[in-house]
C-alpha cells in the first residue's frame, strides 16, 4: 500500500509518499517527503500569523504535492493521509480539502490523522518499531506532552503542559533576547559554547491551579511559564544595571550563557518526566518527537541517560523532527491497518484529543 500524506496544520507545507514494507520490524518506507517553511514570512512578525500561513498553504499545497508524486516516481496512490488537527483551523482547512479532493478524484480513501501521532511515528520512520512498552515525549511548539504506549499506535496521556510548551518557552526566551523566530535552533547554537552554569534559573514547580485539566493525577505535568518569567527578571534586572533599553541587545557573553542555562533547565526537566515515567511503566524503550527533539543537548544527554538505564532511546532523523508529512502518511498507514472507516465529511479540528 502506498499512501500520500498531507501536512499542513502550522507553518510547514508538506507532502509525501510512504509506501508499506511487509517488514513487521520496520513498516515503513519513506519514497519521498517535500517541506515549504513559511518560516521567512512569519520571521518578520515574530511568530507564525495564522492568516498569512493559510494564505501561503494554498499558495503551495499543489506544487509541493507534485514534487512529492514526482519525486515518489510512483503512479499508484492507495489513500491519502491528512493532518486533521490539532493546529491552526485556517491551515488545517487547506490541506484537508485538498486531500479530500485528491481522494475523490482518484476514488481512494481519506485517512484523518492527529499531528501528534504523526510526530510519534517518526520515531517509528527512523529506528523500526519500537519495543513495548513505550514512553514518548512529543514536545514542540505547541505541545508537551507525555504518553505510554503498549500497543502500537494507542496513546495514553501520562502528562503535559499546563501553560506553555517548551518549543514556545524557546520562542519567547529568543524573542526577550533578539534571537529572532524561531528561537530553538538560535538558543541551541549558542548555548553549545556558554556556561550552563552561569545563572540559576528555577526548576519548575507546579503550584498554580490546573484550569482545564483532564482526568489525570497531574504528577507527570510539565510547566514552562515560571522559567519563562524567570529569565525576563533576569534579563530586564540585567539591562537596568548595564542602563540598556530593552531593545539593546546584552553583551554576546551573558546572552551565550543564559542560553546555556535555560536550556539545561529545560532539558533536565523534560528528561527527568521521561525517565522517571519510564522507570514506573518498566519501559522497554523511550522516544522523544516533535521540532524540539531536533535540539542538540537533548539528544546527547537523553542518550547518555539511555545508556546509563539501559533503555534504548528513540529520536527522530533531524529532517522528520520538525513538521513534515512522511510522519503524517506513516501514521495514516497504521490507523488504516488497524480498520479505519473513513468518510469524506470529516473537518478539521483545532483542538483534536489524541
Ligand atoms: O514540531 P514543530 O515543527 O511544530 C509544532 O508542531 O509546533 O516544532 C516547532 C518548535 C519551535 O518552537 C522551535 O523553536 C522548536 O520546535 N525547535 C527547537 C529546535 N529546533 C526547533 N527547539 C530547541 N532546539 C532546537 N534545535
Ligand atoms: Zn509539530
Redesign the pocket.
Known sequence: MIVLGIET??D?TSAAVVEETGDRARPWRVCSNIVASQVAIHREWGGVVPELSARQHVRDICGVVERALADAASPAIDAVAVTQGPGLVGSLLVGLSFAKAFAWTRGVPVIPVH?LAG?IESLVLEGGEMPMPAVVLVV????TSLYRITTPGSYELLGRTRDD????A??KV?KLLHLGY????A??DLARRGNDRAVAFPRMRLTHADRNAPDLPGTRDFSFSGLKTSVLRYVTARRLSLDLTPQDPLPERETIDICASFQRVVVETLLDRLFDAARSYQARSVGIA???S???R?RTDAEQRGHATGIPVFVPAMAL???NAAMIAAAGLRRFRQGLDTFLDINAEASLVL
Do not use: W
Open positions: 496544520s502550522c510547514e499531528h510526530h514542540s511548539g505547541g505541545h510548551a517548551a518549543g514556545e524557546y520562542d529568543a524561531p528561537g530553538g535552533p538558543i541551541d516533535g521540532g524540539v531536533a535540539n542538540s537533548l523532527s520538525t513538521d
